[in-house]
């Protein structure tokens, strides 16, 4: 590419999810710059435009698992349930993409194949599957943490005579279970969610389960007409509350350490959490996630429950959890889970000793015994936070593929930025509060955090922005000390990448609080944005990469 290219837009946006929408909002409305949106899907919504499986739900309350930064829109919009239902959190979506009008910026249908930065001309090029170029000054990655659906590498899947679906691309004309012989591999939050609804229409379902996980009763109800004219009432001050929590969402403070209180008191607590339902669950102690001995109470407190609610002591055994620590692989949430497997349509097989070993024709094979099925549903995964970045293909500066800057785990500045990739911006990127934390409250703050900054670089006249590799490199060893003070890594869980078959090992999101977060992002913008590198040539950055790299003697 030549030095004289000219970009055709101001920022190339990837995803029209819940960041998307918002960046490419923004971007146009406050900084007046011209976009170009990119979107594989036919229509806005991101993960809730994919997960349309039976049962699909938000496990954050829908009056703050929703953007706070138009009042009319939180105004005008009435939820019904307090947990939302996939098809509702869509129907939102559509109505806030209609609201702020930014459909005609995207392209539908158009998977991007490529994004390639180009050190003379500073610009990327972002090439779609069609082969179509688009040269921008600025890229936004919006394409969310769980977007890239993960199928075991299965033998003989191809040969299977039924019909299979993942739960994360499932149809959108839905899936008649009426009269069917189901087959669900995976109990995660997608299976947990799902399976008791398929169990409801199905004539029979088969459940493999590798590993039990952790779950409690969502609780749900319907938000009256008078409960959300309260909630409308207080909302400035109900968004105010969810920032001011590590997790972004309105909390029942802990009551104090489980080890040093009395064995009532602890029970009562957990009682109560159980039976007001969510994740909240998990904030009854300060000790929960960071002391074995603390975790082990809540975490036998669940498998007493599995004990009284499942009739049939082995499948009750089967279901009771004991390969990680509580809340290490996220906490699901579940309407009539364990009580799915009293139903007579229903049978657990594990496969934690014999693996599936294959799918034959007409049904997984497990120990030696096929079992036959006309619809396999995988609720299998994914390839999460690096993997959707990762599927774009992105080359950096000097031509190097991000897939080589992250052999070792994802690595960024701050889940911002990437040492090497200049002018692009990560939305909730690995080492971000993102998953540990509402997404669309992190979503938002993310996005208000990049246009603020281009709002900066561009009345300064800065052309060229990158983070550099010593911040990054302080960055990830904080993410990394924070994530070692907790009991996460002790889980293999798809934060540690180890749901992939020859992924990094690294616990990617970063675990200090969405609250601790927005005030270190906040801090660098008054640092003068220490930690980027602005309008360095091409050779100056890469030899200050080049030092930066040599080993300290
Ligand atoms: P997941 O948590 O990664 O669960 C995948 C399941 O598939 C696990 O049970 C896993 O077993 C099993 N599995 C994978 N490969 C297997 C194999 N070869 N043989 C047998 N079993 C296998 O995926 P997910 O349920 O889709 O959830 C991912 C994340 O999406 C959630 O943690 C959550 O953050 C988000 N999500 C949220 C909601 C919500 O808001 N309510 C709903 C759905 C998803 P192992 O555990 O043994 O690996």
């Known amino acids: 590419m030549s030095a004289l290219t000219t970009p055709d837009v101001d920022v190339v946006v990837v995803g029209a999810g819940f960041a998307g929408m918002y960046a490419t909002h923004l971007l146009r409305t406050k900084n007046n710059l011209t976009v170009q949106g990119f979107e594989r899907g036919s229509g806005v919504g991101g993960t809730w435009f994919w997960n349309r499986y039976p049962g699909a739900r938000c496990d954050a ?12 829109i939180q105004q005008e919009w009435t939820w019904s349930e307090r947990w939302a239902t996939q098809p509702e959190i869509l129907e939102y979506a559509n109505f806030v993409a209609d609201k702020i009008g930014i459909r005609d910026t995207f392209r539908f249908n158009t998977e991007v194949a490529s994004m390639a930065w180009d050190d003379d001309s500073q610009t990327w090029t972002t090439t779609t599957a069609a082969g179509d170029k688009t040269v921008s000054k600025y890229v936004v990655t ?25 739960t994360g691309a499932w149809p959108h004309e839905g899936v008649d279970f009426t009269g069917k012989r189901v087959c669900v591999i995976g109990t995660g939050s997608s299976g947990i969610q799902s399976i008791p609804r398929i169990a409801e229409a199905a004539d029979h379902v088969t459940v493999f389960q590798r590993t039990a996980t952790f779950t409690v009763p969502a609780q749900n109800r319907p938000l009256g007409v008078d409960e959300m004219a309260q909630v409308k009432a207080v909302y400035p001050a109900l968004r105010e509350h969810a920032k001011s929590t590590a997790a972004g969402v309105i909390v029942k403070q802990p009551i104090g350490r489980a080890l040093e209180l009395d064995a009532e008191t602890v029970r009562a607590e957990l009682d109560a959490r159980w039976a007001q339902g969510g994740p909240t669950f998990m904030n009854a102690f300060t000790d929960t996630m960071s002391d074995l001995e603390a975790n082990e109470i809540t975490a036998e407190y669940v498998r007493e429950r599995v004990r009284e609610i499942v009739q049939d002591p082995e499948t009750a055994e089967l ?16 309407t009539d889970y364990y ?8 049978d657990l097989v594990s496969v934690k000793e014999h693996p599936i070993e294959k799918i034959g024709t007409r049904g997984p094979v497990v120990n030696g015994v096929e079992y036959d099925c006309d619809v396999l549903v995988m609720a299998t995964g994914f390839d999460a936070i690096t993997g959707p970045l990762l599927r774009l293909n992105i080359t950096g500066s000097e031509g190097r593929p991000l897939s080589e800057a992250w052999a070792e785990g994802g690595k960024s ?71 070692d003070q907790t009991l996460y890594p002790q889980a ?3 934060y540690m990448g180890s749901n992939v078959p020859g992924k990094a090992r690294v616990f990617m999101p970063y675990a200090g609080g969405a609250d601790a977060y927005r005030a270190i992002c906040d801090e660098i913008v008054s640092s003068g944005y220490s930690g980027f590198v602005m309008d360095a040539g091409a050779s100056e950055r890469a030899e200050q990469r080049q030092e930066e790299m040599a080993p300290v003697v």
Request: charge should be negative; aromatic fraction near 12%.
């Open 61 to 72: 309350e829908s009056i703050v698992y929703s953007y706070s930064f138009d009042d009319e």
């Open 142 to 166: 919006a394409v969310g943490c769980l977007s890239a659906s993960q199928v075991p590498d299965f033998k003989g899947l191809s040969d299977f005579a039924g019909q299979v679906y993942h």
């Open 319 to 334: 279901l009771s959890p004991h390969a990680y620590p509580i809340g290490t692989k996220r906490i699901c949430v579940d």
């Open 339 to 346: 009580e799915t497997y009293n139903r007579d349509n229903v």
């Open 413 to 483: 500045y701050l889940g911002l930025a990437v040492a090497g990739f200049p002018n692009m911006f990560t939305v909730t990127g690995p080492g971000s509060p993102s998953v540990l934390t509402n997404m669309i409250l992190s979503i938002e703050q993310h996005v208000e955090w990049i246009t603020d900054f281009l709002l900066d670089l561009e009345d300064a006249g800065v052309g060229v922005v990158e983070a550099s590799l010593q911040a990054q490199e302080q960055w990830v060893a904080d993410v990394n000390a924070i994530a």
């Open 492 to 494: 293999a869980s798809w």
